[in-house]
């Protein structure tokens, strides 16, 4: 059957691909982008009129801005969703600090790609004060989320914070430092 998800999670790998230079075809992925806008239409229209100023943003939605920001010079969101993204959009804005960090990322990511300059710079700057950082082991974060959800993943969330300091703030040393933490993963596991 249908699996909204899975298809998020496999447009947003397209865009990854696309995104470091790996010549694919992402027909696919594009012709999926629709739907998935939809589907966020459709959470946005269920949850609108409950209660609009509480968090309802998660991991979910934070992944789909993330894996829609990709796309957004190919396939600009529709007008008819443009009311979703604005709201979601601003979920993420106010509510990034109740999010897993792999989210937070995320979100950090996103938010820069939709021309947001302050909030990614805030998500980072929150990074580095939780952060510690050793020289033997590089940058990590001892409130280790683990977890069977895929947002608490340590490899995939380490990758998304490089990711997120490369992109977001051009922070080569965080960058590097982080890398090191990934290579000792490799090493001990």
């Known amino acids: 059957p249908d699996n909204e998800y899975l298809s998020l999670y496999i447009v947003t ?9 790996v ?12 739907a998935l806008d ?6 946005y229209v269920e949850i609108k009129d409950k209660d609009p100023k509480k968090s309802n943003l998660s991991s979910t939605i934070a992944l789909y801005l993330y894996g829609r920001s990709f ?8 007008p008819e969703y443009q009311a979703a993204l604005k709201y ?21 990511v996103a938010l820069k ?5 302050e909030t990614p710079k805030a998500i980072l700057k929150s990074f580095k004060e939780r952060s510690v950082t ?7 974060w001892p409130d280790a989320e683990r977890s069977w959800w895929w947002y608490h993943a340590p490899i995939e969330t380490q990758a998304m914070m490089i990711e997120a300091f490369d992109e977001v703030a051009g922070d080569t040393q965080a960058v590097e430092e982080c890398k090191v933490w990934l290579l000792k993963q490799k090493q001990t596991q």
């Open 13 to 21: 790998g397209f865009g990854r691909l696309k995104n470091l230079g």
């Open 23 to 34: 010549a694919i075809d992402d027909g696919i992925a594009q012709r999926a982008l629709g």
């Open 38 to 43: 939809a589907w966020m239409n459709k959470l």
């Open 71 to 78: 796309f957004l010079s190919n396939q600009p969101i529709a």
């Open 88 to 108: 979601w959009l601003g979920q993420g804005r106010d509510h990034w600090v109740g999010q897993p960090r792999q989210s937070q990322a995320h979100l950090a």
């Open 113 to 117: 790609r939709f021309e947001d300059a």
């Open 134 to 140: 050793n020289e033997e082991i590089g940058m990590y």
